[in-house]
């Protein structure tokens, strides 16, 4: 059985859990400001004490590896990275669109009807966001980009069947996409290290792991640093 710390830290929601043999043993997470700089390595001690484990019991360490915020993903996996170094454990990387979908198929049958397609969202900037469409059984039917949204988006997967939008790029994309009757939305949905459980599970055992060294987030775009008020 494996013991795997997983870390998500690609949007405002900082989050972190634990799970042995896909089962979850312990969670952490405060979804609101970017405040994984200070809370990430606390959750993750936090996590530990609450199974009552040390962190060298480890198999390995989870990261949620994008798209999303440039500077969350930088820190989350900065940290995972140290910990996979120092500990000499493997680092495994999990899409986070992906694990968003993985854990809205498990929601109840009141919120979510199937068959549908999934499309998880997050937040881009303006009307752009990053995106992914998934079938009820997790395959991927359109994959991970950056799009900017308007009333034609997804108009050809619309015609055909439900799609649900989630996520916090959904809420700005609702106005433009709630023209079609095969629109849903589902609200309050955010990327959550409980839905790495199950993914890195899996990863663990098909010896799917990353170079420590030179593994990079999957920022999707280049960054670009914003000026500070007053700035010209």
């Known amino acids: 059985m494996a013991l795997i710390l997983n870390l998500e830290t690609a949007t405002t929601a900082c989050s972190v859990s634990l799970g042995r043999d896909g089962t979850l043993l312990a969670l ?5 400001e970017y405040t994984h700089a ?7 001690a936090d996590v530990m004490k609450q199974a009552g484990l040390q962190l060298h019991d480890l198999d390995a ?4 590896k994008g798209p999303g915020s440039y500077t969350g993903l930088r820190i989350g996996v900065s940290s995972a990275k140290g910990l996979c170094y120092s500990l000499g454990k493997p680092l495994i990387a999990i899409n986070t669109l992906y694990s968003m979908m993985s854990g809205i198929i498990h929601l109840p049958s009141s919120l979510i009807h199937f068959p549908a397609l999934l499309c998880p969202m997050l937040d881009a900037r ?3 966001v990053y995106c992914a469409v998934y079938d009820s059984e997790g395959n ?10 308007d009333e034609h988006s997804f108009a050809e997967l619309l015609k ?3 799609v649900y939008f989630f996520g916090d790029g959904a809420a700005k994309c609702k106005a433009a996409l709630s023209h079609s009757s095969n629109a849903f939305f589902i609200d309050d949905i955010y990327p959550s290290a409980k839905d790495m459980i199950t993914l890195s599970e899996k990863a663990f055992r098909d010896h799917l792991f990353e170079d420590v060294a030179y593994f990079e987030p999957f920022y999707l775009k280049d960054f670009v640093a914003g000026k500070k008020k007053g700035e010209l």
Do not use: H
């Open 38 to 44: 200070e809370n990430l390595t606390v959750f993750i």
């Open 126 to 128: 303006r009307m752009e």
């Open 61 to 64: 360490v989870a990261v949620s």
């Open 160 to 162: 055909e069947q439900p």
């Open 28 to 32: 952490k997470e405060l979804n609101g």
């Open 140 to 149: 991927e039917i359109r994959p991970t980009a950056a799009e900017i949204i």
